[in-house]
């Protein structure tokens, strides 16, 4: 049986039963691609995933078998995603698995000991074995074409991916994704395709390169920035009222809604909005993870701006450097200092994280040590998810876990204020995003969360509510780190 001959019966097996796969199994919201141009590429990507899991065993009938249970695999999790989240599977999570297994504490899924992963694994690896074993391989008979097939195969996969990066192929490539459309190409093309296309899209965008920073003299001398992990106002999922609420309320400068562009997840997404102010229509195809498109080097933000004006700049998270890389990121933004989770060794938790209360304070003790205006950007972990059963002794219930944590943050936000009381400052706090619970699913308040800015040490105003999104609050605070601030319209806001 020749190469050719006995590779595409498999191939041919492996692209019907993916397509009815992707036709009939959910993964996209609008109605399955049919003009020939979609049909191309979606059955394109079924032969390049064929052809990758050939590479590794010259095996077509099992390499048939792979790319089904690939594609059955990728819509499963997309639709388990999408109940979560809100969103089908994207390119970009693929470049966060590494730190499933470093900070399995972060995710719902069981560790690799478990018996429900790792019987599962055992079995699948075996079955491969015992296939492998049984069918024939297609290489040829001769030693060394053999060996040249082999690498012949996985070199001519990565030329394709080189030559999409550039030249005609990255223009056709462009030109059909001009710009990101999940729900829409993933109903065109289907989920693989879309996966493929946007890696390579993004891998051809042009670096963000970083403007230096017009010097200006400093605004408040302290300016305090903090990302509340999960927070929401605890009413709007039934839970009591919150005393922080009704301290922001009668005492914020500003406060109200903030969209932020995910639900339940993504953190870095909120965090970058904030501290560059950029738009997501202005970061192509790494919208979907900036700190993996640009990793902080950014025309914009505003520890860069304030390190211009003469401010220390301080970035304070309680948890470990290598979480989504945010220590090296954290510093091409522009802060020169970190205290990170090493730096919270004896503080106070409560469940598995360090308590708001105890950051908190650490951040109210760098105000009172500092030696000149300080620009300080924190971002709690104490309410990080998930909220599973043992995770606070005697209280098992996600919600009422979520409660007890969220009126921790209260207590941290409230003792900031008095803290800062005596001091001309800017304390602005936000929600990064919804919590991922069962009573908080995805659509809820439309992405929104809840910030609210307070100013120390001047006349006082009338607190305002003005909803914005989580870019233009950071457009906005670029005031507070120059004298004589314009700010913004407060007309221009993006209702949430």
């Not at 929401?232 to 009591?240: A, F, S, T």
């Not at 080097?297 to 450097?321: C, D, I, K, M």
Request: proline share 10%; net charge positive.
């Amino acid at each position: 049986m020749s190469l050719l001959t006995g590779f595409l019966a498999p191939m041919a097996c492996a692209l019907a039963l993916s397509s009815a796969i992707e036709a009939w199994g959910g993964a996209a919201r609008a109605p399955f691609g049919r003009r020939p141009g979609d049909i191309v590429l979606r059955l394109g990507a079924y032969a390049l995933l064929t052809l990758f899991w050939f590479s590794f065993s010259w095996r077509p009938w099992l390499a048939a078998s792979s790319t089904v249970t690939t594609v059955a695999a990728l819509v499963l999790i997309s639709r388990a995603k999408r109940a979560v989240i809100g969103e089908p599977l994207v390119f970009s999570d693929f470049a966060l698995l590494p730190q499933v297994p470093r900070h399995p504490q972060l995710y719902y899924i069981p560790p690799v000991t478990s018996p429900r992963v790792a019987g599962p694994a055992l079995v699948a690896v075996a079955g491969v074995g015992l296939w492998y074993w049984l069918e024939p391989s297609l290489l040829p008979a001769s030693l060394w074409l053999s060996l040249a097939a082999i690498l012949a195969l996985p070199l001519a996969l990565l030329a394709l991916a080189a030559a999409a990066a550039r030249g005609p192929l990255a223009r056709a490539l462009a030109q059909r994704f001009p710009r990101p459309d999940l729900d829409s190409d993933i109903a065109r093309i289907g989920l693989p395709a879309t996966l493929m296309a946007y890696a390579l899209r993004r891998r051809a965008e042009p670096a963000r390169a970083a403007m230096p920073a017009g010097a200006a003299a400093p605004g408040d001398p302290v300016v305090i920035v903090i990302q509340l992990e999960s927070f929401i106002d605890p009413e709007r999922l039934g839970g009591p009222p919150l005393p922080a609420l009704e301290l922001i309320r009668s005492r914020a400068a500003e406060y109200g809604r903030l969209r932020v562009p995910a639900h339940g997840a993504y953190t870095m997404r909120s965090e970058h909005a904030v501290l560059t102010g950029s738009e997501p229509s202005d970061l192509g195809f790494g919208v979907y993870d900036p700190y993996l498109a640009n990793g902080g080097e950014e025309p914009e933000s505003l520890p860069r701006r304030a390190a211009a004006n003469g401010y220390e700049t301080l970035f304070v998270h309680p948890f470990h450097r290598d979480f989504f890389q945010r220590a090296r990121v954290m510093q091409r933004f522009g802060f020169r200092r970190l205290v990170m989770g090493e730096d919270f060794a004896d503080a106070q938790r409560v469940g598995p994280y360090v308590s708001d209360v105890a950051l908190g304070r650490r951040i109210l003790a760098e105000v009172r040590a500092r030696r000149g205006p300080l620009f300080l950007f924190s971002v709690t972990m104490e309410n990080h998810g998930p909220w599973k059963p043992g995770r606070l002794p005697g209280v098992d219930d996600p919600l009422a876990q979520y409660l007890h944590h969220v009126a921790n943050t209260g207590r941290m936000v409230e003792e900031l204020v008095a803290g800062l009381a005596d001091e001309r400052a800017t304390l602005c706090v936000f929600g990064d995003h919804a919590p991922a619970l069962p009573t908080c699913r995805p659509g809820f308040g439309e992405t929104s969360t809840d910030y609210a800015l307070f100013r120390f040490g001047g006349p006082a105003s009338e607190p305002r509510r003005i909803d914005r999104t989580a870019d233009a609050l950071g457009r906005h605070l670029r005031a507070t780190l120059h004298t004589d601030p314009t700010p913004p319209s407060a007309s221009s806001p993006a209702q949430a």
